[in-house]
């Protein structure tokens, strides 16, 4: 786990750590040490923390003008035990949201496991992004087939061919575009 780190091809073009506007505005690093586990494994100290034992993030790129944001994901996202979806809806995405943010795009390549509650937060999320959209991408199989068994998918695009990306070789503008243009087409807009 401690190999596996954040997409870093964007950082050039923005870090959250230096976003004033950014929930992670300050956040500090130290790559000497490793600080943070999952179920008592290491993860690379590029990941930040939403206030989850076993779910990080990373803010890949956020651009208000266009309001929206690519958020990275690593652990188990596990809302039956640790409430993840809570500390990342108030933590991080309120916050956002509070910014103008209402398209996301989340990575869930990292994303190992998903063990679901009720879907509260989700509609309150997907409520909050009224004029937009949230995005789900890379995301493994079995993780999506449980997320859909908790109706997720209601607040959530997956599959289809936002699972045929290759995210990693565009620009966050380019990556933004595509998806939006793919759940338009869904949309039927």
Do not use: C
Not at 127 to 156: R, S
């Amino acid at each position: 786990m401690h190999t596996i780190e954040p997409f870093y091809n964007w950082i050039e073009a923005y870090s959250a750590s230096e976003d004033e506007r950014s929930p992670l505005y300050g956040a500090e690093y130290n790559e000497l040490e490793y600080m943070n586990t999952i179920y008592g494994y290491y993860i690379h100290p590029q990941w930040d923390d939403m206030d989850s034992e076993t779910l990080f993030l990373k803010i890949l790129y956020a651009d208000y003008n266009e309001g929206y944001a690519i958020i990275e994901f690593i652990g188990e996202w596990n809302d039956t035990l640790h409430n993840d979806i809570m500390s990342l809806k108030r933590n991080i995405l309120d916050l956002m949201v509070g910014e103008g943010i209402n398209h996301y795009i989340l990575i869930g390549e990292n994303v190992f496991n998903f063990h679901g509650s009720d879907d509260s937060y989700y509609e309150e999320w997907f409520e909050d992004v009224e004029e937009g959209w949230i995005a789900a991408i890379g995301f493994q199989d079995f993780v999506v087939q449980e997320m859909q068994q908790f109706n997720l998918d209601y607040y959530i695009n997956f599959g289809g061919d936002l699972d045929k990306i290759p995210w990693r070789t565009l620009a966050p503008p380019q990556l933004y575009m595509l998806v939006d243009r793919l759940i338009q087409r869904r949309l039927g807009a």
